[in-house]
Nanobody
């Protein structure tokens, strides 16, 4: 079994910064990719950023130049540094990871964290 636990959300003023973390634990042989999604009230969940295993990052247009995704492979952790936050960034941010749990099988699975609230307001 694999667990993803997010942290770092909170209330911040417009123009402020937050850093989200998502730590994966459990049966993990390799993590193929880690990503962040968000869901604002009354809206569908949307992609924010992704960082594949050994690959280049990709961002939603709405956060390019303001958000930075990074990962620490030794800690099985992904981060989302969010700068110059706007009220439109208010949402529940969820971590997603595509993981190969065991070396004896090439099957991969998608896992989600429980989400962390980010509120941007003055």
């Amino acid at each position: 079994q694999v667990q993803l636990v997010e942290s770092g959300g909170g209330l911040v003023q417009p123009g402020g910064s937050l850093r989200l973390s998502c730590a994966a634990s459990g049966s993990i042989f390799s993590i193929k990719l880690m990503a962040w999604y968000r869901q604002a009230p009354g809206k569908q969940r949307e992609f924010v950023a992704v960082i594949p295993e050994g690959g280049s990052t990709n961002y939603a247009d709405s956060v390019k130049g303001r958000f930075t995704i990074s990962r620490d492979n030794a800690k099985n952790t992904v981060y989302l540094q969010m700068n110059n936050l706007e009220p439109e960034d208010t949402a529940v941010y969820s971590c997603n990871a595509v993981i190969r749990p065991v070396v004896t099988s090439t099957r991969i699975y998608s896992y989600w964290g429980q989400g962390t609230q980010v509120t941007v307001s003055s």
